[in-house]
């Protein structure tokens, strides 16, 4: 009474009370196998047959969800009416589901409900102008047997409510396989973004118009069961797509002045193909494996059968300030006739326009320039250290979107570096609308994350170490273990006693949290005594230990002919190798995150002897 207060009347509570009553009673009262005399009054028939009770009990319930005082009424009068409508066809679905599991045959029209696999059909058909596949039309057809379903039952099969009524009268209820509910699942999501866009999505025939993009989806419904037929030039750049295997071979220019290694070709090629083809690439290789390079050969190779002729910069490389001369020094390495450029201000903008084949940017140049940036349009924009675009709200992405490219080329180790929205946000990048708005993103990725990622999959290449280490020279290392001299030892006592002071005075005032970052401060401070004591600002009459063993073997590589590359976490570090070297008369360069850009460039050019 208290859920329904319109039942709590006196003669619904009669009904209600008389109905449970007599239901309880005989159920309690007689076997369930008992033999009984059924009469049944609209054609005098007389059956003697045994009574399933708890069956009979449990299809009452299912066959009706008793909500309104009719349904009541007729319950109370022992008839349960069913029209042929949307709801009472899942009601009846329903019914049929349960009889199913109880072993109870159902007839209607006297004839036996039948079931017939359901059958998914889909003609794909180029429908843009060209070779480039921008849009498809598509022609979804289904049927159940003989019997096929019009679009205008295609909402209610999806639902799961759909009987088709046979020429004989009798019903049909299609056999839905647990693949091809997935399918019907995704055509509901389609067909759904489809009505968003009105009528731009339909072709003038009635087909859907389905970009190349949403084609990936379609295809995967082929795993779920789904007929999916397509041209054979479309076919085979959607295979090529899912078998890396089975692109055509990258010959590099005879301009290049480098030895690609078998799996750098293989990238170049995967990178040329998508090229083609008009979508983005996000080369993910470990770092070392040469992704530069790899940019670098494909780059020769468009200018060579096709960007060469253009008269303003065909490609834009976007990247961190210290990496300018990097790219610049490769160029000159391994395509030293392009013409190649740094725009690291606005004023040099126009003139490297016209100048440059090559133009190299910053991040925040691309930020702070992005309205003037966006006039030009580019044949290739590459983004080098793209995980700068992690974060899709931020202005510098929102400031890379707007760079107009018929392609991109994402470079990156770290494609996701926290949580699947960085993911979102570089692969934004390189294939846009790839994954539509990120909140679609999101709930998409809540729901089926699997199949979500795997659209990005053929966008992706990532190569690690360990998977082509065959190909690559064997690294050498070696540990080296060096006693703490009595000093350092002395001071790493006491620091250690601080530490742990310190450490547990905070895990017991203050929040988790700050704790953890003074236990990590503290740690800090015990690798730095390892290091050298100097670098907590400790008075030390000789080196620490390690910086008198690596002067050793500097004066030892110095008389040999050979140079070194030292790395220091730590500032102060550089400044005590700094003066051992100048103690000890051996020359040296020094690079930290304080030199300029212009001095970095200098310093990497200048000759070994210094």
């Excluded at 019903?171 to 968003?196: F, H, K, N, T, Y």
């Excluded at 089975?246 to 293989?266: D, G, I, K, N, T």
């Excluded at 961190?320 to 606005?346: G, I, K, M, T």
């Excluded at 102060?572 to 460039?601: C, H, S, V």
């Amino acid at each position: 009474g208290g859920d329904f207060p319109g039942w709590v009347g006196v003669p619904f509570a009669d009904v209600v009370g008389g109905g449970v009553d007599r239901c309880v009673n005989f159920i309690g009262d007689v076997a369930v196998k008992t033999r009984r005399f059924l009469f049944y009054t609209a054609n005098e028939r007389r059956l003697a047959c045994s009574l399933h009770l708890d069956k009979i009990a449990m299809l009452l319930w299912s066959m009706r969800d008793v909500a309104t005082r009719h349904d009541l009424k007729g319950l109370s009068n022992g008839y349960l009416p069913l029209g042929r409508n949307e709801s009472s066809d899942a009601v009846l679905q329903h019914l049929i589901s349960v009889c199913a599991a109880l072993g109870v045959r159902v007839r209607f029209n006297e004839q036996a409900i039948r079931s017939a696999p359901l059958s998914i059909n889909l003609q794909g058909a180029h429908g843009g102008a060209g070779k480039d596949i921008d849009w498809f039309e598509l022609h979804p057809s289904m049927s159940c047997g003989d019997r096929s379903i019009s679009p205008a039952e295609w909402k209610r099969l999806i639902r799961g409510e759909l009987f088709l009524e046979a020429a004989d009268g009798s019903l049909i209820m299609p056999e839905v396989g647990e693949g091809q509910a997935d399918g019907l699942q995704m055509i509901a999501e389609v067909l759904q973004r489809s009505r968003s866009r009105g009528a731009d999505a339909r072709a003038a025939d009635g087909g859907l118009q389905i970009s190349r993009l949403e084609m990936l989806d379609w295809i995967a419904l082929r795993r779920k069961g789904v007929q999916l037929q397509l041209p054979d030039a479309v076919e085979a750049v959607f295979a090529s797509l899912s078998q890396f295997d089975q692109l055509p071979e990258f010959v590099p220019s005879p301009a290049l002045q480098a030895e690609l290694r078998p799996y750098q070709r293989e990238g170049c090629a995967w990178i040329e193909f998508l090229y083609q083809h008009r979508f983005g690439a996000c080369l993910a290789d470990d770092m070392g494996l040469g992704k530069t390079v790899q940019a670098i050969a494909f780059l020769v190779a468009r200018f060579e059968q096709q960007l060469g002729t253009r008269q303003q910069a065909a490609v834009l490389i976007v990247l961190p300030p210290s990496l300018v001369f990097n790219w610049q020094d490769e160029f000159a390495r391994f395509a030293p006739h392009l013409r190649v450029c740094d725009c690291l201000s606005h004023a040099q903008w126009d003139a490297a326009l016209q100048e440059a084949q090559v133009l190299l940017t910053t991040y925040d140049r691309v930020r702070i320039d992005a309205k003037t940036m966006a006039k030009h349009a580019f044949d290739i924009v590459v983004f080098d250290e793209a995980h700068n675009l992690k974060n899709v709200n931020t202005a510098r992405t929102k400031a890379a979107a707007q760079l107009q490219r018929r392609f991109t080329l994402c470079l990156t180790g770290t494609p996701v570096e926290n949580h699947v929205a960085e993911f979102y946000s570089v692969l934004t990048a390189t294939v846009p609308g790839i994954f539509g708005s990120l909140k679609e993103f999101k709930e998409s990725y809540r729901r089926e994350p699997q199949r979500t990622l795997r659209r990005a999959a053929p966008f992706v290449l990532r190569r690690t170490k360990e998977k082509i280490l065959k190909e690559l020279p064997k690294k050498e290392e070696h540990e080296l273990f060096l006693e703490m001299s009595p000093i350092q030892k002395e001071i790493y006592t006491r620091t250690v006693s601080e530490v742990r002071e310190e450490v547990a005075l905070a895990y017991e005032d203050r929040p988790e949290q700050q704790a953890g970052i003074i236990a990590l401060a503290a740690i800090l401070r015990l690798r730095q005594v390892c290091v050298s004591p100097a670098l907590l600002g400790k008075s030390m009459k000789e080196p620490a230990p390690k910086f008198s063993h690596m002067a050793d073997q500097l004066e030892e590589l110095q008389a040999e002919g050979h140079a070194a590359l030292v790395f220091s976490q730590f500032i102060g570090g550089l400044d005590q190798m700094q003066a051992i070297a100048e103690a000890r008369n051996i020359p040296y360069l020094r690079m930290d995150g304080r030199t300029p850009t212009a001095k970095r460039k200098e310093l990497v050019s200048r000759p070994p002897d210094y």
